[in-house]
């Protein structure tokens, strides 16, 4: 039986889903979040406190998948797939999440995951915090979800010293060439996408770009994909 919220504590993956999804409805909202162990050996993505978000039958903001374990060529496309820039998360600092750092034959896992705590989970709302052992920056984040179909994501990043951060969304290949920049009402600046309108709620000294992407459905395959 479907319910509103999923918790599945040791994997640290929660489900959050509207009445209409609960209901089979294959137009209903429905979210994943992330906020669990990195996994044993060198598998894991440093995407601690990532999320996907999937509705009106389409998936909206995506993980980028599993391109490839081949690492050679000009650029590594395993340790970019891997990496935390390529998920829907706070970066801080350019950097990674977890140390990962070449090894004697490939990149390698060379440290400890960020301490990942689930504070929250109800039909509503979901509420962790990652403490990440490569820079001194605390993230917690909560998304809630309104009856009217908004999502809320509220990221508060805390640390005695000064950073850079980047928030990046991942949106599906369908949209290649579907999204732009677009001032609302207010003037406030949004992108917009089939069935997705993100407003950044910041400070007017942020900068909202469009990137180049890549989202690998299937192993062996990449296909260019907006990043906001």
Known sequence: VLKRCEVFSEAGYVFLRDAAAVAGDPEGQYLVFDCGPLGAGNHGHLDCLSFEL????????VDPGRYTYFEGGPANQ???FRGTAAHNVVQVDSREQTAYRQGPKRMKIAGPAPDAVLLHADAHMVHARAASHEVN???ERIIM???NGWWLIHDRLISETPHDYDLRFQLSPETHDHVHQVALANG????????????PITSNAAQLT???GWVAPRYGERYSAPRL
């Open 145 to 147: 979800r309104s009856d």
């Open 137 to 139: 920056v605390i993230n």
């Open 78 to 80: 395993r340790a970019a």
């Open 54 to 61: 999937a509705a009106f039958g389409r998936s909206l903001v």
């Open 188 to 199: 406030t600046r949004a992108f917009l996408s089939p069935d997705l309108l993100v407003v």
């Open 210 to 212: 469009i990137e180049q």
